[in-house]
């Protein structure tokens, strides 16, 4: 077994050069959504990264849209699949950030970004890890294959047909080691090893050419009342979505999952913390039935309300049109080709054939993968022999990604190991990672490259 | 009985000279809800309208916001009050206009702006009126007392204590002449004897100190849905308020209201042309039975939603905060204090102790007068000599104003008479009105002066 003595010695004197290269890369505002320059200049920093690290890089063909980087480095029999990206979500509300989302700022053993935690950190952490290995330990044991893209948080609309087209290449990979990961409240590492699906839209009513007086208001159609009363029918006030027929594609957990969801604890006091809810969880979930809902069932999300008038005071207007901006999250087998066909029925038997489904084509299919797979042990033991408390295995994030995409239609199995705490505030203001984490989070990089290299129970 | 042959052909031959003041007042972008230095100017600008019309000005102690403006002129038993306002609403959606909104444009016999209907159109036909009367026919016959606010599209939060100030001076008003009236959708003028009542709040939710990501949406409290959950349980589908206990403090229609609401006519085809309903009216109302929800019982309206991602594309957050902007349409004996109490008390039985009603303190009582008084007769009796069809009389508007605050606190009755038309977009884009009725609107008021005046049947 290999002595990391120098690797960690090396991590910790260069965490400081390390984290000032992670805040480099969050200076750069490369919002997806936005399709600004910065994503380029997001791509060739990452690239900058990778060379140091000694990964060759070549951006896939794709023509629209920031590149794909596809890494190379090291040799060997086993084959290491790294998947991360580039850009971020967008930052607003932005008079809720503490410090400016794109100015990286240090408080009280955190770094404040945005993207930070998802997933700028565990990208410079893994490259930091790939180059401090060959500074400190030597030539890398494996192959890594490392993808990275720039479009995760609008749906990975390119990596539908990149991983469709690069199947030979993405199938030489013995695993996968998917973007993120976080502690959880109890400070246990959480390792996931699937996805929720997702599909983002927009339901849209018109009931009218124009705005009216809404001294008319006891007659004419509203078009915000008509949008707030088809959402009423979707989801029930305690989480459940009850689209017609929906929960009828949902698969049952497996044995082995029903064991890990078992081992997953749920500490609904912490979130309350974290959170402030003002009326606790949904349907006042606790406990297992929390896991069960949050890891195993469909969501439904209204991401946004758009109708009418949103300035200061009072505008008595009846709004001609009205949008929700929204999205699903999946569980196998429930595709979001299924749950739009079912969304449009339900709808439609309920006489809203008048409110329109804005389908964003952003696809993502629901994927699991094995706990007994080479990669899911692998990370398992490197986290052990890093982390004070033990990991705690997932069936899946409550999250989304092209897992399927990338991986599961390769062949390829899939565990997360990652950078992140409980209170990381991913997608939301003040979004930040503990620098202690982000050390230690280049260390069970560095055990994993070896882990994975010598696991041959598979 | 006076010949009016004089004054008609001074108000043919000055018609031009007439739409270029009130184009020049729809410049002036007044928009009392953004309290604007505009404001001043369009008090100015009806100042000088006043002036040329021969009616002395001062006004009004009015120590925050636009000043109200008291006009008065002419001698003689009767006074005839006047009530007008030069303030307009916000003029968004901006893009649906064919012309800016305050770049007044003539198009197809009509003039286009913001206000020129609601109701700057009015008061400069009226001024017109009585400066041509007293240059064609001689002096006023009566006492004209013009009140004229700048606040009455934010709720004319001051005139509540002009009203109750005044008392004295309003008092001494035989009848008031309101400020709008409109030609249906077959053509006949309306004359509204009364207004309803109106409260503008928000209900507003947070569910959470901050954004969450949408991935945990199975468990996690969501304001848009917490909002939308609250608005379904207030009002029917059928447009019907279901706030519990409301409709106990609705009166039943007297028998003379009984008799005009009979004589009301109902064009839900032409509605449905003007507006281009996707579904019709609400609850496929037509008829007698949409005139009674129409003008007889309260309304509900939500004016605007306000929640999460507007941009463009998708964010997948779950939203901790989101507004609904509303108002309430009230009819006697309810009031907004009786409804505000309904309302908290509605939410807090269903557990939505949570939402918060934020109430804008806008509130105008509901009010009706009798068809009986001599300013209804009169008005009726002006309008017949006029208009090619006769005059409709309905015991309300379904609109509101500070007819109470004004008049009927201090005994004053109250009709209407207006230069709109069906289709003048009132609070909407392509707001107008139609240069024939701007035209006959002035000939109206030239005969009121004099009916007014010489009814001694009261």
Redesign the interface.
Known sequence: MTDFTAFDAAVEAQAGDVLAQLAALCRIPSVS?ERGPAMLDAAAFVQTLCTAAGVATEPADQPAGPPIIIGRAGSGERCLMIYNHYDV??P??LD?WLSPPFEPQVRDGKLYARGVSDNKGDLVARLAAIRIYQETVGPLPLRVLYVIEGEE???SPFLFRFGEEQGTLLSEADGCLWEFGSKNADENPVICLGV?G?A?FDLRV?????????????????A??R???A??SL?A?D?RVIIDGLLDHVRQPTEVEERLLESVPFNHVALQAS????????GG?TGAA?VR??LM???????????????????????AQ?T??M?M?LVPELTPQIAFGLLREHLDRRGFS?VEIID?N?YLMPWRTSPDSAIARAVTASISQVSALPPIVQPT????GPMWELCGRNGVPVASAGVSWQDS??????ESIRIADFVEGIKVIGRLLEQFARDDNE
Do not use: C
Not at 206 to 222: E, K, L, Q, Y
Not at 425 to 430: D, K, R, S, T, Y
């Open positions: 959504a979500q967008p607003d509300p809720e948080e609008v749906g929720k997702m983002a018109r009931t009218a050419t124009m705005d009216a007086h809404s001294g008319n208001g006891g007659i004419f159609p509203n915000a009342w949008l707030t009363e959402l009423d989801r006030p989480g959170y402030g809810f003002s009326n606790g969880l949904l979930l929390a809902r949050w069932e469909p969501a439904l999300n209204v991401n946004g309300l758009v109708s009418g008038y949103s300035g200061p005071g009072s505008k008595t207007v009846i709004p009205a929700a901006k999205d999250r008048d964003h952003d994030s409550p999250g989304s505030h991913v997608h939301a203001p003040n």
